[in-house]
């Protein structure tokens, strides 16, 4: 059985994490990684407690929900609320951080941080990433590797494509069949 490699591994803790995200802008998650364990995660939402976005609609002030923390900066308070390192650990998040997350990420001294999106890459973080020696890689995030029983599917899908085919149905069709059954899978 061939394992699943460590940065998508991670990378897929991200995207679960974003799941839990609070508001509707955007979804984002963070995993902060030392020696390979995770030590924290986090994701955007608000103060423990706080209201909700999603019941209370986002608190937007110069084109920016203030309601919530990120994901990156809830990941790196988690460490600091319960005493862990973030020294030279590395980051994984959905999404490219902002100036503000940057900064801090660079500040707890974090030495790698992995990426699945380009969202708005400010320039100035990029140039204070690279300033502090920080690795900065896009790691598109493949999200068949959670499709649970992936080759079994598409085996059928097969069998089930030439079926169809035997029957002779009309092109259109057949196709919209498939199509139907494909977006189950
Ligand atoms: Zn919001
Ligand atoms: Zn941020």
Redesign the pocket.
């Known amino acids: 059985m061939k394992r699943i490699e460590w940065d998508q591994f991670f990378m897929a803790q991200s995207h679960l994490i974003s799941t839990r995200s609070t508001c509707t802008r955007l979804m984002v998650g963070a995993t902060i990684v030392r020696d390979k364990r995770m030590i924290a995660s986090g994701y955007n939402g608000s103060i423990a407690g706080g209201d909700h976005c999603t019941e209370k609609g986002c608190l937007i002030v110069e084109g920016h929900c203030i309601r919530t923390i990120?994901a990156?900066?809830n990941a790196l308070l988690q460490c600091a609320k319960f005493g862990a390192s973030t020294d030279q650990a590395e980051l994984y998040v959905t999404h490219f951080?902002?100036v503000?997350?940057c900064k801090s990420i660079i500040q707890a001294g974090i030495k790698a941080v992995y990426y699945a999106k380009d969202y708005k890459n400010n320039p100035y973080a990029i140039e204070l990433f690279e300033q502090a020696g920080v690795i900065v890689k896009k790691v598109p995030f493949d999200h068949e590797i959670l499709n649970d029983g992936l080759l079994s599917k598409q085996q059928m899908l097969t069998s089930i494509t030439e079926a169809i085919n035997e029957e002779g149905l009309p092109e259109d069709k057949a196709q919209s069949l498939l199509q139907s059954i494909e977006g189950k899978l």
């Open positions: 990120h990156e900066m951080p902002c503000a997350c």
